[in-house]
């Protein structure tokens, strides 16, 4: 029987499992945890962010964001460029201990990204990122009405 329900949360919890282990798995030499992956990775491929944006790119709430960017900031891999601002509104930039980091994870990302895909062909992988976006703002769109009821 094909039991879409069972197919669809299965698959999705365990792809996110699986890259919560990868995140852990490639920060170990670093010691640091699967969370600070991804602060990282985007302040390396855009060279600095807020934490107001850091926070969207990386589809955490602003309270794992706080946490990371203390963690990550106490063990030198970032940097403040204005202390006098808000800490959510001042950019961010990594160290030179945060952009080795960044540099090794960009290369590990790409090479997970290759094997994690193995098989798809370019138009494959368009429709299946498409379908994901659409799903999960249909989904967001049904918590949020789901809320004004």
């Known amino acids: 029987m094909n039991d879409r329900f069972q197919s669809f949360t299965v698959l999705i919890t365990k792809i996110a499992r699986n890259i919560k282990r990868i995140k852990t798995e490639e920060m170990k030499e670093f010691d640091l945890k699967g969370p600070h992956v991804s602060c990282i990775y985007y302040l390396y491929k855009e060279n ?88 999960s703002n249909n989904l967001d769109n049904l918590i949020d009405n789901n809320k004004n009821e």
């Open 48 to 135: 600095g962010l807020t934490a107001t944006k850091l926070k969207e790119m990386c589809g955490e709430d602003k309270a794992a964001i706080s946490r990371s960017i203390d963690f990550l900031e106490q063990n030198g891999f970032i940097y403040s460029l204005d202390d006098k601002k808000k800490k959510y509104n001042a950019v961010l930039r990594l160290t030179k201990k945060g952009e080795s980091a960044g540099a090794l994870l960009a290369n590990k990302i790409d090479g997970v990204l290759e094997k994690a895909s193995a098989g798809l062909t370019e138009e494959n992988r368009k429709i299946l990122y498409q379908s994901l976006y659409l799903i």
